[in-house]
Every structure is written in C-alpha cells, then in structure tokens.
C-alpha cells in the first residue's frame, strides 16, 4: 500500500500540473489581449445605456479560456491573433449596442446585451427528443454568442458542467459560463460544419459539397457557421457587414491581415 505522504505528494503534483496548465493557457490569452487592449476593444460595454453593462469582464474572458486550450494557441502568431480577432469580432455583432453614428462609431459597441431581446419563440425544437425542452424554460440567445435553441443548450451545458436545458438562465446570470459556451460553440465541430477554430487555423478541408456550395475557408465562412441559413448567399447583407466592419477593426488593434474571403453573400448555407 503506498504510503500517505507519497499519496498527499501524488496529488499536489496533479494540482500543480493542473494549475500550471491553466495559469500557461491564461498568459498565451493575456499576451495576445491585454486588459488594456480588451478595454479599448469594449469601450462602451459598461455604459448604463447597455444591459450587460459590468458583466463582460477581462477576468472572466481570460478564465473561460482556460477550459479551451487550443483557442488563440495554434499556428503562427499571426494565426493566433485572427482566430482571436474572428471570435471577438463574432461575438460583438451578437452582442452589438452600436448604430451608425455611435459615439466612437458602431464597432466600439460590443458586448452590450447578454440575452436576446423580445425572442419571437422560445426555441424549443421538440422533435429533438435528444435534447429534450423542459415546461416554463426558453432557449433564446444568451451569452456573447446568442446560444440558441435546446439543441445546443443541452450539449454545451453537458461539456461545460452545467444543466443547459433544466437551467438555460445561467448562461445570463454566470459571465465566466457565458464566455465559455461562446467557446465551445466556435471550438465544437457540428456536422457537416466544420468548427469555427478549424476554419480560422486552416484546419478546415472543404468536402466535395463545401465546394460545390463555393464554401471557402476564411472570416466569411465563421459567419455561415454561425447563421448562415439567414444571412449567407445575400449581396450586400448589413448583418453581415457588421461582422466584417468589427473583425476588420478588431485585427487592426491586434495588428494582423484579415485574411481573404471576409464576406458569404457567394456561399449557400450549410443544410
């Protein structure tokens, strides 16, 4: 039988090992997105004139990451700094407060909202018998991603360690939860989409389909992912330039290239 001290030794070792691992992960984070930085991203997200004002903190960006190893970490730094400008641009058009004339202009208006207003349904999919809904609890957007409908409440709620359809809520009231379904949802492949991680890395290999459907790798195809069957093969979509005019801001003050093939008004949705 192993002796206690070698045991107590054993399991300081794992949580050193843990430990470390998530204090690498939140420097490679901090590195790329100061706090400084981020405020100057977000510079309206704690105006009173935004409902979410005080809950996107820096803390709770850098901490959700942790349970994301790969995000913002793979590739060449140039890589790393456009996933990391991609998946803050996204969740800002989600999350907008900004208008065409906003004070320091439309794209300094991210992370205003932390949940959908006046949803037309509650999103339930009840033929998703996977992914039951539950009485009295609606699954409209919340968090920096808008997370939609009980089919992927459910699934993020079972990687991230919470009840995504008992309690949708929580991804409205927890900022670090809030952050991290945002994550999982760009970092999770979901059949036949490619992860949103995998496209901005140059992971992504377009099957026969994807090119038939002319579903390029770049920005534009993070936002097919996203919500393609509403905004994709438009011309001159306004949604979608919105998300083009914060990813284009968003590399600027991470000083890195966009990358090509920024829009999707050439692609058809995924089915």
Not at 103 to 128: M, T, V
Not at 236 to 245: A, H, K
Request: aromatic share 14%; proline share 6%; with cysteine.
């Amino acid at each position: 039988m192993a002796q206690p001290s070698f045991l107590l030794f054993c399991i300081f070792l794992s949580f050193f090992s843990i430990l470390s691992s998530y204090q690498t992960k939140a420097t490679t984070i901090t590195r790329l997105v100061s706090k400084s930085l981020y405020d100057s991203m977000f510079i309206h997200k704690d105006n009173t004139a935004c409902p979410a004002n005080g809950f996107y903190t820096y803390e709770s960006f850098v901490k959700a990451t942790g349970r994301f190893p790969r995000f913002g970490s793979v590739g060449s730094m140039e890589t790393r700094r456009r996933e990391v400008a991609a998946f803050l641009a996204q969740i800002s058009h989600e999350t907008t407060g900004g208008w065409p004339t906003a004070p320091d202009g439309p794209y300094a208006w991210g992370l205003c909202f932390k949940e959908e207003i006046s949803p037309q349904s509650n999103y339930c999919d009840s033929s998703n018998t996977k992914w039951p809904c539950f009485s009295n609890k609606t699954y409209h957007g919340r968090g920096p991603i808008q997370l939609s409908w009980n089919y992927n409440y459910g699934p993020a709620g079972r990687a991230l360690g919470f009840d995504g359809l008992r309690n949708p809520e929580i991804v409205a009231n927890n900022s670090v939860i809030a952050f991290q379904t945002a994550l999982w949802f760009w970092m999770t492949e979901q059949s036949p989409k490619p992860s949103c991680h995998d496209v901005m890395i140059g992971r992504y290999r377009p099957t026969e389909a994807d090119l038939a459907a002319n579903r390029t790798g770049g920005f534009g195809l993070t936002t097919n992912i996203i919500n393609g069957g509403l905004e994709c093969g438009i011309a001159g979509d306004g949604r979608v330039n919105d998300r083009i005019g914060f990813y284009q801001r968003y590399a600027g003050l991470l000083n890195v290239g966009t990358g090509p093939n920024l829009d999707c008004e050439n692609q058809r949705p995924f089915a």
